[in-house]
């Protein structure tokens, strides 16, 4: 499934290839061309008129907030009949998830919620509208020892394997507030840089014929809206990027809020803008709330990115 294979280097390297179009190497794989790579993106995605059945595979930077309201936001600008399922765990790579050699660290305290489902188990039932994957951070570190190319690919591969119109999906996160090459920095760098250089165009790469997957583009989002906040007085309870945040890096409500937004838009390339901004927890109870001035100010900025990069595949 590798389209650029070296034999004569790669073959010493291979830790496992095995059927079901699984790839597990440690030789870097190359990108796909820019222009095949723009070319792929170029279109919309599929639209969706209906309610999703989706599955997160992720982190703390998911959690069990979000994927809750998301479900909420759904309901609310789609219908009823969002529903989701997650495995998730701390700081989690997509190895971890894929490989049951590798531990998921925080499995039982991640899970422990009723949306849990096992992720192999759920890719491979044929039932998923789409598929939500996300990469740990620090993403260099990810690249270089947890093969996040190949895992990408992996995972796509499985779910277009139990059901060939399952939509994919990266989502982008970010790094700790107080990184020393500035965070504001490395979000614009990162994400041409090792999302999508290193990671997600090698990963379509792999394919025999590259099919999208899509960006959830979370960094790109929190960066533009911590600029704007920032440039001005803020709105409502949000001043600084701090405002979103937990501690240096897991959002708070405000953030999942943002987050959760960011997900709708995408998914159903619906404008965010009008949505609730009351949403309960994943435990039922009340999140903080931004408010209407600030929710209304956030809904803009997230619709505002996903439709200006393409490989959201979302047009405004």
Same mark, same amino acid.
């Given at each position: 499934?590798?389209? $650029?294979?070296? %034999? +004569?280097? !790669? ?5 496992? #290839?095995? &059927? ?27 639209? $969706?008129?209906? %309610? +999703?059945? !989706? ?5 703390? #930077?998911? &959690? ?253």
């Amino acid at each position: 499934m590798f389209r $650029s294979l070296k %034999p +004569l280097f !790669i073959a010493p390297l291979v830790l496992f #290839l095995g &059927g079901m179009g699984t790839i597990s190497r440690f030789f870097p794989p190359d990108p796909l061309e820019p222009g095949a790579f723009n070319a792929l993106y170029s279109a919309p995605a599929p639209a $969706s008129e209906a %309610p +999703l059945n !989706i599955f997160h595979i992720g982190h703390s #930077l998911v &959690g069990k907030d979000m994927p809750a309201m998301l479900m909420q936001l759904a309901d609310a600008g789609v219908g009823p009949g969002h529903d989701y399922r997650s495995q998730a765990g701390w700081g989690t790579f997509m190895k971890a998830h894929w490989d049951p050699d590798v531990p998921i660290n925080g499995f039982e305290e991640g899970n422990s919620h009723a949306f849990y489902r096992d992720a192999h188990e759920a890719v491979s039932s044929g039932t998923l509208d789409a598929l939500i994957l996300t990469e740990a951070v620090e993403i260099r570190d990810s690249i270089k020892y947890m093969e996040s190319p190949y895992m990408l690919h992996n995972w796509a591969d499985a779910a277009w394997r139990a059901r060939n119109d399952t939509k994919v999906y990266f989502y982008e996160t970010w790094h700790h507030l107080d990184t020393p090459e500035g965070w504001l920095n490395r979000l614009d760098r990162d994400l041409g840089l090792y999302w999508e250089g290193q990671i997600l165009s090698p990963a379509l790469n792999m394919q025999e014929v590259p099919r999208p997957i899509y960006v959830i583009p979370g960094g790109q989002v929190m960066a533009k809206v911590a600029r704007t906040i920032e440039a001005t007085q803020g709105v409502g309870p949000l001043k600084t990027r701090q405002d979103l945040f937990s501690d240096q890096i897991h959002f708070n409500d405000y953030g999942a809020y943002l987050m959760a937004l960011t997900h709708y838009a995408v998914l159903y390339q619906r404008s965010p803008v009008g949505l609730p901004y009351q949403l309960n927890k994943a435990d039922g109870t009340p999140a903080q709330s931004l408010g209407p001035e600030a929710a209304m100010l956030v809904q803009k900025l997230v619709w505002e990115v996903v439709t200006t990069y393409a490989p959201t595949g979302v047009k405004g």
